[in-house]
């Protein structure tokens, strides 16, 4: 059934005060959380990490991976959160980008495919923390403005009114991996001026971009984005490029369970990827000691996450754009400020609520028109535990016109047989996929149309409807797959 309005409301005030002094009376949080967010008495920084078509799987913290190479991650998660079911809304760059700062959905956003423009009217979490005396720093792959030059936009600069509220310190790309390679490139500073690089890894090359930003003087707290493109393939070279040498050290490595099976393009690409990993993790590494070393990381909130997720072409002939594990799910580790002390925390998140999280953390008001919920009651509160909703709505693009719940127990896919994936969404969806999470994992096994789950299918058709009217879309006809004899 669909969340009350006082449900919603409950998610998004949540208790600052429980996260971050767990040991307070249980009065005055419960005073707190009446109140809404109380600003902290010293605002945190925050840092947000992307890393592209991360799996995550490939966090050796998760420990299913025994061939990956992820100490820096690994500590992050010893010392922080691992929100270890977290889901991405959807399963492609740019429209993933949209929701994670929008805390809307892929067509709310007015990005619901590669190319498109992000909406200017929506808040961003940019523009929030801005409003709330922050400066928005954006280094790396943006990937939400106007892409197409014909149309007037562009693979490399990006407009000022294009930047989603990141009004200060800003060297990106709109499509990182159309204007570089793993070892030259450009990217476009804040006036769009040319910045280059050659002869230098890129997730290096970006990396010194972010210390030499880390290491100014701050005169304000300070939102930034390290975005980069690894593990993401090199869109030219059709595969993910290791840095020089590594590749070799992962030959024969750990193969997921949930690609042994199936025919596709890991048998060659997976030791870059790896070794994509590895410099991610360094990466990672070396920021957190940057901001030790300028004794920022005691007020820092640091977030490592990534849009969507790899199941290198064993799935559909893309990388990504499906309902399955290997798409959705993505990293997330939180660190600093109201996220310390290690906790694994198993209820299922999406990307769209890291931005009302972080701006409860910041102690910033969440905009009535977001979406998500902020996740910080379930660090500490075992009645927000037992009430989360524990369900995401999925929107796909580009593979098809689809549409998915994920919960705990299931994956329910419905798509728009006649093909047309030239509209954000269908009036007619048919049943296309059900796997279940805890039956088989690897989700090897469709489900669909079998007479002996035709019960859990209608329950979860009337999830998905009520999630779908959440998302402000008119409710669609939903036919029923067909009977197996």
């Known amino acids: ?18 996260a971050v002094a767990a040991a307070a009376p249980a009065a005055a949080a419960a005073a707190q959380s009446k109140a809404g967010p109380a600003k902290p008495t010293t605002p945190p920084n925050i840092v947000l990490y ?19 190479r992820t100490p820096n991650l690994d500590a992050l998660a010893a010392r922080g959160k691992n929100f270890s079911q977290t889901v991405t809304n959807q399963p492609l760059c740019s429209p993933a980008r949209a929701v994670l700062f929008t805390s809307r959905y892929a067509t709310e956003t007015g990005v619901w ?49 294009d930047r989603g509220g990141f009004l200060d310190f800003w060297e990106g790309a709109n499509a990182l991996e159309h204007t570089s390679h793993p070892y ?9 001026n040319p910045i280059t690089y050659k002869d230098e890894y890129r997730v290096d090359f970006l990396t010194d971009r972010a210390a030499l930003f880390l290491r100014q003087k701050q005169e304000k707290p300070f939102f930034l984005v390290i975005s980069q493109l690894e593990p993401h393939q090199q869109n030219d070279m059709h595969q993910p490029i290791a840095p020089n040498g590594a590749a070799a050290r992962f030959a024969n490595s750990a193969v997921a369970e949930d690609m042994r099976a199936l025919p596709g393009t890991w048998q060659a690409q997976l030791p870059d990827y790896y070794g994509c990993i590895e410099s991610i993790d360094a990466s990672v590494g070396r920021v957190r000691s940057i901001l030790e070393e300028e004794k920022l990381a005691d007020n820092t909130i640091f977030v490592f996450l990534s849009d969507h997720g790899c199941h290198f072409m064993t799935r559909n002939q893309e990388y990504k754009r499906s309902t399955h594990n290997s798409s959705l799910r993505v990293p997330l580790l939180i660190d600093g400020p109201g996220f310390r002390g290690a906790q694994q925390v198993p209820e299922l998140v999406g990307l769209i609520d890291v931005a009302p999280t972080l701006l409860e953390a910041a102690g910033v008001a969440v905009p009535p028109s977001w979406k998500g919920h902020s996740v910080l009651p379930l ?36 798509a728009d047989v006649t093909g047309n994936t030239k ?11 059900i796997y ?50």
């Open 50 to 68: 992307i890393s592209d078509q991360f799996r995550w799987d490939f966090v050796g913290a998760n420990r299913l991976n025994t061939s990956t």
């Open 436 to 485: 279940s999470q805890r039956d088989d994992p690897n989700e090897l096994v469709n489900l669909a149309g079998r007479h002996e789950y035709r019960a859990q299918a209608a329950e979860l058709r009337s999830q998905l409807k009520d999630l779908l009217a959440e998302a402000g879309e008119p409710e669609p006809e939903i036919v029923p797959a067909p009977l197996y004899p």
């Open 113 to 161: 495919h590669i190319g498109m423009e992000l909406d200017k009217s929506l808040p961003t979490l940019a523009s929030e923390l801005r409003k709330a005396g922050y400066t928005a720093n954006y280094i790396g792959k943006w990937h939400l403005a106007l892409e197409n030059p014909a149309e007037g936009g562009s693979y490399g600069p990006v407009k000022a009114e």
């Open 1 to 18: 059934m669909a969340e009350s309005k006082e449900s919603r409301r409950s998610f998004l005030k949540g208790s600052v005060a429980a």
């Open 379 to 414: 660090l500490n509160d075992p009645a927000a535990r037992e009430s989360w909703p524990n369900r995401q709505l999925i929107q796909i693009s580009e593979s098809m016109t689809g549409r998915a719940i994920r919960t705990p127990d299931w994956t329910y896919c419905v």
């Open 184 to 192: 030259s490139g450009t990217i476009w500073d804040r006036d769009n």
């Open 423 to 433: 509209q954000p969404a269908a009036t007619t969806y048919t049943e296309y996929q």
